[in-house]
């Protein structure tokens, strides 16, 4: 794969391969930083450990990536938004030799190195680390190797049959969702064409964005599908070659496909399912109407069992929790042994705390076995959020939930109670969460003076939310 990306860089050096605010890079651009890069990681990484890559979608972060990479390297992409003292506890668990920020432009841009002389990477080397919610409270780090990327590559080439074309951006290089659009244009020749956050909050400059991006397949998750939908002006007159949309990462829900279906009557739709531990997704389908939404079938050289609780597989059409094996499940967790990694019939297996049930050859995913859950389009522990807010020296009590509507989480509140030599508002605790916690994880507080209780003596959180 990376000498594939490689000689595409070489071979077609006068190829667009990179779109963001008006700023366009060649392949030629691109191949001369990832050199510049390769050698200074070389040269001051000795010990190989993995590279923290700090910014907000900039070629740099794309150059550091594949310049990594090369080396052998392995690295881990935060993204700005990331709040300061989780990235403290990321930067803690991988004690990194170096981080590379947008210090590194004068490295990519002024250096004269010429060539990757040798890739390092090998196949079960850890290529690299995306930290997602922990339900410990602490973000937890999950490593994917060489070939789960070069598996996911090649069965998202299949699936997405592109060539040279303009692959549009949404998620943010801290997201696994990311891997598709940062990968798929540099093996097929495309252009990757960039959404920045800053554009992405203004519907005005998003909207122009999307019309000049001339794109051919997008990678959205729902989320950001449906809010691009509350505009009617988001249809094929807007955006006439987009011919492919590869949706992942939560429930995709009727109404979604309903409208896109109107606006864009032609498109493409793939719905495919996945959690950042098995590389991006690992089932996928065309949804041609809104009758049959599943999230299809595995990827060639992965099984998907529905097994119950003592991991005994389950009939056609009966309900248990998803577990994955086969060449897409990652190594595991960074510095945690995790019950959810196991051998399943002699194969490397992930439990993912999803719910689902298979039907004629298809999987459906219902729902969670847990209280992880996706807000706009952002996966999340809600135990993490109550852990935060519980270690609190003023807080007595906090649990956490969430309000409902279309079946989708609309907000996620925080019930507090305050210990009684204390006086807190809380506007005080939410500017505490957001030194902690990123933005799409800040509750709603609410305050209480009395926790109720279900008859069997637990925390009645439906009364809770009743009354709020
Ligand atoms: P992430 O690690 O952020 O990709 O989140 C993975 C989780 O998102 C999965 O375990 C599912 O709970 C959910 N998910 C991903 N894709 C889908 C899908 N197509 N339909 C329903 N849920 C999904």
């Known amino acids: 794969m990376l000498n594939k990306i490689i000689n595409n860089l070489k071979d077609y050096p006068e190829d667009e391969c990179y779109e963001i605010n008006g700023n366009i890079y060649k392949n030629k651009d691109l191949y001369k930083y990832i050199c510049n890069i390769y050698h200074y990681v070389l040269n001051n990484n000795k010990s190989k450990k993995g590279v923290i890559v700090y910014g907000h979608k900039d070629i740099y972060m794309i150059a550091s990536f594949l310049a990594c990479s090369c080396a052998g390297i392995p690295y881990i992409p935060i993204d700005v938004s990331i709040p300061v003292e989780r990235k403290k506890k990321i930067i803690e668990q991988i004690n990194p030799d170096?981080?590379?920020?947008?210090?590194?432009?004068?490295?990519?841009?002024?250096?004269?190195?010429?060539?990757?002389?040798?890739?390092?990477?090998?196949?079960?080397?850890?290529?690299?680390?995306?930290?997602?919610?922990?339900?410990t409270g602490e973000p937890k780090g999950v490593q994917i190797t060489y070939n789960?990327?070069?598996?996911?590559?090649?069965?998202?080439?299949?699936?997405?049959?592109?060539?040279?074309?303009?692959?549009?951006?949404?998620?943010?290089?801290?997201?696994?969702?990311?891997?598709?659009?940062?990968?798929?244009?540099?093996?097929?020749?495309?252009?990757?064409?960039?959404?920045?956050?800053?554009?992405?909050?203004?519907?005005?400059?998003?909207?122009?964005?999307?019309?000049?991006?001339?794109?051919?397949?997008?990678?959205?998750?729902?989320?950001?599908?449906?809010?691009?939908?509350?505009?009617?002006?988001?249809?094929?007159?807007?955006?006439?070659?987009?011919?492919?949309?590869?949706?992942?990462?939560?429930?995709?829900?009727?109404?979604?496909?309903?409208?896109?279906?109107?606006?864009?009557?032609?498109?493409?739709?793939?719905?495919?399912?996945?959690?950042?531990?098995?590389?991006?997704?690992?089932?996928?389908?065309?949804?041609?109407?809104?009758n049959d939404i599943s999230v299809g079938t595995p990827k060639d050289d992965v099984d998907i069992y529905i097994v119950n609780n003592s991991l005994e597989e389950l009939g056609e059409e009966e309900t248990g929790e998803i577990l994955i094996t086969g060449a897409s499940v990652g190594k595991g967790y960074l510095n945690n042994n995790s019950n959810s990694f196991i051998f399943y019939k002699g194969k490397k297996g992930y439990l993912t705390g999803d719910l689902g049930y298979k039907k004629n050859n298809k999987v459906y995913c219902i729902g969670r076995k847990d209280t992880q859950i996706k807000f706009k389009g952002y996966r999340i522990e809600l135990s993490e959020i109550e852990k935060v807010l519980n270690n609190i020296e003023y807080i007595e009590k906090a649990i956490v939930t969430t309000k409902k509507n279309d079946n989708k989480v609309s907000r996620i509140i925080a019930f507090v109670k305050i210990k009684s030599s204390y006086s807190v508002e809380s506007k005080e605790i939410k500017e505490y969460l957001k030194r902690v916690l990123p933005e799409y994880m800040i509750p709603n507080i609410k305050m209480i003076s009395e926790i109720p209780l279900t008859a069997n003596g637990k925390v009645d959180a439906k009364k809770l939310l009743e009354e709020y």
């Open 98 to 135: 170096i981080i590379i920020n947008k210090d590194i432009e004068n490295i990519m841009n002024n250096e004269n190195y010429l060539d990757i002389s040798k890739i390092y990477m090998q196949d079960d080397d850890i290529y690299y680390i995306i930290f997602t919610s922990g339900s």
């Open 148 to 290: 789960n990327l070069k598996s996911c590559m090649r069965w998202l080439e299949s699936i997405c049959n592109i060539n040279k074309g303009i692959i549009l951006n949404q998620a943010n290089y801290s997201f696994d969702l990311s891997v598709a659009d940062i990968y798929l244009p540099l093996l097929t020749r495309c252009k990757h064409y960039i959404l920045k956050r800053d554009v992405q909050r203004n519907y005005t400059l998003l909207f122009k964005e999307l019309k000049k991006s001339n794109s051919d397949l997008a990678v959205f998750t729902p989320s950001f599908l449906d809010l691009l939908l509350v505009d009617k002006s988001f249809n094929a007159a807007l955006m006439p070659n987009l011919k492919t949309i590869l949706l992942c990462g939560e429930k995709l829900t009727n109404n979604t496909v309903d409208r896109l279906l109107k606006r864009f009557p032609s498109i493409h739709l793939i719905n495919s399912y996945g959690p950042t531990e098995c590389t991006f997704a690992v089932t996928g389908i065309k949804i041609n109407n809104s």
